[in-house]
Structure formats: structure tokens, C-alpha cells
């Protein structure tokens, strides 16, 4: 199971204090992981920060997951609870080292992401029901970092970097503006349990209809800011009408606040 350039170069470029430790102990890290779940690696699954491979084992297939982040621990503190929820996979491990961290968790099957699904068959009801699962639910730990403060770091950088193809800092008059809604939000928010990355290739087609979210960014904020950040990259894959007001109602959430979240989060380019 070899790691791909494209990762390494990556995670060096992200994590160059941390990436060569990191790199040459996967191999003997992954070895022993497997051992342990009597599991079979299959293939290296692409991943931007992360190396992922997908396994057989006597319990159904399995995904074994390598991070450096250094905050991939509280990341796991959220998978757990989306585990929990029966809307991301269950975690059947979390496990730190001296470069990194490991998750072991069931893989979705189906396993196709929302960004390649078909528009003619998307059941908008279903794709929701994961958001409307987490409305309500406390955040999995006080110590995870709040949204607010990582959006308005983003806010407020002028030279920010980590921005999504194609796009550039926006223009100070738009952030400021989502300042101020951010500034409004954050006054009567309750910090709860809060996907952050709700991108189309974080969501994931299971069985029987189902939604599953992988991969969460690991802080606490709430689910209309999933709502309004899934509604808002699903637009760039598929045409959905109204796309924001079908994905809040059918969450159960509170349209208003969401569609607040959606001017900020563009703005922030998350």
C-alpha cells in the first residue's frame, strides 16, 4: 500500500515539520492495524491530507484512515458522534502516535459521493435526514473549537491561502459584510454538534437510501451552517432548485439562520 506522490507532496507542503516522520510510518503503522482486525488492505482511496485504504476483514469492509493534522483528534471526536447518530460510519477505532493518528471505521457502502450522483434519482428528503439527525444534538466536547473563530481567521486574512480552486480572497466590503452576520450569529449560538465540511465528497450513498458524512472538520458550531455550505457546493455537481430552502426544510432547521451561514461561508471561501 503505497502512499501516492500527490498526498506526500501535500502533507509536506501543509505539515513540513511533521510530514517525513509521518510518511515512514505508515507502512508499519497500517501492518500492524490490520493485523490486529484480522483485516486485508484492498486499495489506496484518494485523499487530499490523509492517507485512506479501504480493507476486507471478517466484520464487513473496513477503512483504515492515517492523518498527520494535528487536530485529527478532535475530527474523530466528531465522527464518533456522527457514528453514533447512524449518519457517518461507525468508528471501531481512534488510536494517536508519535506522528499522527489512526481511525478505523466501517466503509459506506455504496460509497458513491454526492458530488457524483445522479439528479434524476437524488432523493432531497434523504439527503437531509442526516441534518435533521444532528438538530439539536450538543456538541461531542466543550474543547472542540468553535466555527465562528476558524471563519473569522478566514474573514478577516487578506492573504489567505487555503482556498478552493479557482477562487480568490474576497473582496473586503463582502467580508465585512459576512462579519457582521457572522458577528449575529455567534451572539445566540448554541455550540452543538456540527459537521463543518459539508462538501459533496463528504457525503457518501449508503444503503438502503441513506446519507453518510465522512470526514468533519472536528469543531462545534450547528447544523444549519452544514446546511448552508452542503446547499451551496452541491450547485457546482447538480441542479437543484431551490437547493437551500429543500435541504433546511427537510432538516427541520431554521431556513433563516442558514441562509446567513451561506453568505458568510462564500465569503470565507470554505
Known amino acids: ?111 458513491t459521493p454526492l458530488a457524483d450522483a445522479d439528479p434524476a434519482t437524488l432523493d432531497i428528503e434523504a439527503l437531509a435526514r442526516p441534518l435533521r439527525a444532528m438538530a439539536g444534538q450538543p456538541a461531542p466536547s466543550p474543547d472542540l473549537p468553535l466555527i465562528t473563530d476558524w471563519l473569522r481567521d478566514r474573514l478577516t486574512d487578506d492573504n489567505l491561502t487555503e482556498l478552493p480552486v479557482g477562487e480568490q480572497v474576497a473582496a473586503k466590503t463582502e467580508r465585512a459584510h459576512a462579519l457582521e452576520l457572522l458577528n449575529e450569529l455567534a451572539a445566540d449560538m448554541r455550540p452543538s454538534l456540527c459537521h463543518g465540511d459539508a462538501s459533496p465528497w463528504n457525503v457518501l450513498a449508503g444503503p438502503h437510501g441513506q446519507w453518510k458524512l465522512i470526514d468533519p472538520r472536528g469543531m462545534q458550531g450547528e447544523p444549519e451552517y452544514d446546511a448552508a455550505v452542503l446547499a451551496d457546493k452541491v450547485l457546482h455537481f447538480l441542479t437543484i432548485p431551490d437547493a437551500l430552502a429543500n435541504i433546511g426544510v427537510g432538516s427541520e432547521l431554521d431556513l433563516g439562520r442558514a441562509v446567513r451561514w451561506k453568505t458568510i461561508a462564500r465569503a470565507a471561501r470554505v
Open 1 to 111: 500500500m503505497r502512499v501516492p506522490d500527490k498526498l506526500a507532496n501535500s502533507v509536506r507542503a501543509r505539515w513540513s515539520d511533521r510530514a517525513d516522520a509521518w510518511l515512514t510510518s505508515i507502512g508499519p503503522e497500517l501492518d500492524e492495524l490490520t493485523r490486529q482486525h484480522s483485516a486485508t488492505p484492498q486499495r489506496v482511496l484518494p485523499a487530499r491530507y490523509a492517507f485512506v485504504v479501504s480493507a476486507t476483514s471478517p466484520h464487513g469492509p473496513l477503512i483504515f484512515r492515517a492523518s498527520p493534522d494535528p487536530a485529527a483528534l478532535d475530527q474523530a471526536t466528531v465522527a464518533e458522534a456522527l457514528g453514533r447518530l447512524d449518519v457517518g460510519p461507525k468508528i471501531h477505532l481512534t488510536s494517536s502516535t508519535d506522528t499522527g493518528s489512526w481511525r478505523v471505521m466501517e466503509q459506506v457502502v455504496r460509497g
